[in-house]
Nanobody, 116 residues
């Protein structure tokens, strides 16, 4: 069974930084594109960033472009999201997602709160 376990969330002041991690298991991590999504209270879940299996191609939502960086370590089966210049509107639960041949799989999420 696919497992995705996020960590790294927390409370940070505006302008601060956090790095999220997502450890993947029970599938061939390097083969698949991976995503970070987020869901703020009362809002729909939205796509934040995508990375190809090799890590060579990345895409970002306009709202995070230039501030967030998605990356991966295929040797460790780990996905990352480096978040800089955080804003209160970045407050949300962040999820990693796999869209694989067996379906769509989500982690349990990690809470990020940006507040002074």
């Amino acid at each position: 069974q696919v497992q995705l376990v996020e960590s790294g969330g927390g409370l940070v002041q505006p302008g601060g930084s956090l790095r999220l991690s997502c450890v993947a298991s029970q599938f061939t991590f390097r083969v698949y594109n991976m995503n970070w999504y987020r869901q703020a209270p009362g809002k729909e879940r939205e796509l934040v960033a995508t990375i190809s299996g090799s890590g060579g191609t990345t895409n970002y939502a306009d709202s995070v472009k230039g501030r967030f960086t998605i990356s991966r370590d295929n040797a460790r089966s780990t996905l990352y999201l480096q978040m800089n210049s955080l804003k209160p509107e970045d407050t949300a639960v962040y999820y990693c997602r796999l869209y694989g041949t067996g379906g769509v799989f989500w982690g349990q999420g990690t809470q990020v709160t940006v507040s002074s």
